[in-house]
């Protein structure tokens, strides 16, 4: 079983920066994909980024060129850095990992005002 938990959320203004950070335990010698999604009320969970084991990367249109995807397999770490952040980008944001299951963190909250 793994355990994964999401930090790094909060709030700030268009154009600003954020982030998030997904620490992962438990059985992670059976992790390999990672991945952030991201949810607003009403919608389903969307895609945002991911990333193989081995550092292949995956963007959603909406965010490529501004969101970084990176992990650390030594520290079981996932990472998102967000720059020129839109009203749009408003979420929660959830990070999900790939091992014998699937995995869901509990999500952190991004709010990026106009």
């Known amino acids: 079983q793994v355990q994964v938990a999401e930090s790094g959320g909060g709030s700030v203004q268009a154009g600003g920066s954020l982030r998030l950070s997904c620490a992962a335990s438990g059985s992670t010698f059976s992790i390999n994909a990672m991945g952030w999604y991201r949810q607003v009320p009403g919608e389903q969970r969307d895609l945002v980024a991911s990333?193989?084991?081995?550092?292949?990367?995956n963007y959603a249109d909406a965010v490529k060129g501004r969101f970084t995807i990176s992990r650390d397999n030594a520290k079981n770490a996932l990472y998102l850095q967000m720059n020129s952040l839109k009203p749009e980008d408003t979420g929660v944001y959830y990070c999900g990992v790939l091992g014998l299951g699937f995995t869901w963190g509990q999500g952190t909250q991004v709010t990026v005002s106009s």
């Open positions: 990333i193989s084991r081995r550092g292949s990367t």
